[in-house]
């Protein structure tokens, strides 16, 4: 044997009764230092405009419970799909027929693993239109380190879809769930299991250093432009034992710890990806991180109508399949327990939500003096900088790097009374796994002069103290007020709000709680009023909390989403929308009863006011971004698909939205002529 225990998967328990693979008390191997590229600002970035998705799922059907409707709207768009899934998703073998009694399903593991695979064919041929039967073209792609994966492939003209299976096991022979076993024990190593009908014909290992070998090497492969991954550092859950085994729960936290693993091994590849490419005067790679919310969505509101919820749970009904379909798959036609209208039914309402991990709102967009724009925001974990080649041109030149990696990918930012800008950002300061360091950090980052060059990033650690908490922390949401002074303002591991404020001499005053023992989602939204005072309005469990000058005020009805707030003269107006709901309401700040803003859709929306009223951005039920100013409605149906949020920009001619698109350039629009399509 050698010097390292070797956990055999369940599929392998023949191997294991054999005398190989059994677990062994040996010293570990020593940690290997992770790579992280240089923090410090001005290395190349690569320019390619070729986009391409790439989703890091745990488990078949991750990304269409959790990921979706983001992932199907750039499929849609043409942006081609790479889905990599880390496990086998062969559970205890047994693919359960909905109406038969589990002790009389048959245990299978490498048949059931097959028919998640097939699910998953079946889901994704109807997903680019074509007949859920279509057959692929399956093959064997060589990895990193000189393993090997099944790799799927099916296109339908620009719609092209691949799928990967690495294949590792969910469960060690003594039940130990093992992907959170190998990220957190650097003496462990698993064995892939093997599907039935897979073209691969012998497994392979992994410890915890290959396995983020292979997705960074499969990212260096592919050269994704958008990376969907799980959420590395869920919510802390207090649930009894009996409730946290009905919710699939990990102990203490609001997730499978399976999700929050492969999250971790996905962020450390993106890292190590960065790191390697960046080296030796080579390019930082151009790519957009979203990471998507798991099981947390069983806790909170749900935030998809009734038309988008439609669209995606009718992807899992050819994932789940059917006991008598005749789809040319001996292990299985799909994941039964999960077909038909099973995934509406499930109390547990995960399909019924999607919520990021990192909440954004569009890039920072600043107007220089020369009337060009100038667009911040994160592209291969580094905060870049992105200038308009013209005043008004909506042409963006070339990123510029501004360093402080590896960053979450939403920015916080602030502009003082001298025209300078504060960025802020939630940084991966460290992500070791095995034992190692897992800390999170605010940092901020100061303009020397107004439009001018930076200073160096700076640390502001963080409300929490410990790894454990701190990694629980929301991104940064920051406003500067009348009197000089910057509030910074972040979600806790209480789930309650922290807040920091820089004096006017830029001196920090110390961490505090905000009052109120209500929990509240992370997306904060903060402005100042017409006198001057400092608003904080955050989505709740039951309502939407709302903050005065660090004063709990009224809180207003429940909303599914991050809410956006608007100061006119006379009020402050909020606009949200209720759980499930299509529709958006303004309500003013002071309390009242909700009225219709006539601008249905949803997710997040962006609110600002100028003299002829107040102007809505957002995305109607097809996805497409709508701006509505006044009574004229506008919808864009061109252009590159978005990722995340746009920002809203009122300027002397009127009113745009810049963004970042699927090719991970950022793209304005100007809207000119009202549709209703």
Known sequence: MRRRGVLASAAALSLAAAGALTGCSVPAPPRRKARAADPAPGLAIAGARRAQLMQIAAHPDDDLYFMNPDGQRMLDAGVPLVCVYVTAG?????????????????????????????????????????????????????????RTAEVNRLANGARRVELVFLNLPMHTPRRWMALPALWSDRALELRTVISADSPVAKSSTYDFDQLVDVLAGLMETYRPTVIHTLDPDPDMQHSDEKKRKFDSEQPGYSDHGDHTAVASFSWAAMIRRVAEASEAGGVVPAFAATAFRGYYNRHWPKN???????????????????????????????????????????????????????????????????????AYGVLGLRAVRWRETAPGSGLWAEPEDLGGGPLAPALGSA????????????????????????????????????????????????????????????????????????????????KGVSTRVRRADGSWERWRVLPGDAEVQDGLQALVDARGRVHLFAAGRAEIRHWVDGREDKALPVAGDPVAAVATAAAVDVYFRGPAAAQLLRTPAAGGTPRSAAFNGYGAVAAAADAGGTVLLGRDLRGRLQLRRGDALHTRTQGVVPVGNAALRLTSRGALAVGLGADAHPWTWRPEHPTTG
Do not use: M
Not at 113 to 126: D, F, K, N, P
Not at 310 to 336: F, I, M, R, T
Not at 434 to 457: C, D, I, K, T, Y
């Open 90 to 146: 062969e559970h205890d073998g047994k693919n359960h027929v909905p109406g038969q009694g589990r002790t009389d399903t048959p245990a299978d593991r490498p048949a059931y693993s097959s028919a998640r695979h097939q699910g998953l064919r079946q889901s994704y041929a109807e997903a680019i239109g074509l007949g859920r039967f279509t057959a692929w073209q399956k093959s064997v792609v060589a990895l990193r380190g000189g």
């Open 304 to 374: 998809l109508p009734s038309a988008v919820l439609k669209e995606k749970a009718a992807h899992l009904v050819p994932y789940g399949g059917d006991a008598s379909w005749q789809c040319g798959n001996a292990s299985g036609c799909g994941d039964y327990s999960v077909g038909g209208d099973r995934p509406l039914k499930n109390v547990k309402g995960w399909v019924r939500a999607t919520h990021h991990r990192h909440p954004d709102q569009g890039p920072v967009v600043v107007t220089g003096k020369d009337g060009r724009l100038t």
């Open 415 to 494: 502009t003082l009374a001298d025209g300078r800008l504060l960025l802020f950002a939630l940084r991966f300061s460290a992500l070791g796994g095995h034992g190692g360091p897992n800390h999170r950090e605010l940092v901020v980052l100061e303009q020397r002069s107004p439009g001018g060059p930076f200073l160096a990033w700076k640390g502001l650690d963080g409300p929490e103290r410990g790894d454990d908490r701190g990694r629980r922390i929301g991104v940064p949401v920051t406003v500067a007020a009348p009197d000089g002074r910057v509030h910074l303002f972040v979600r806790n591991a209480d």
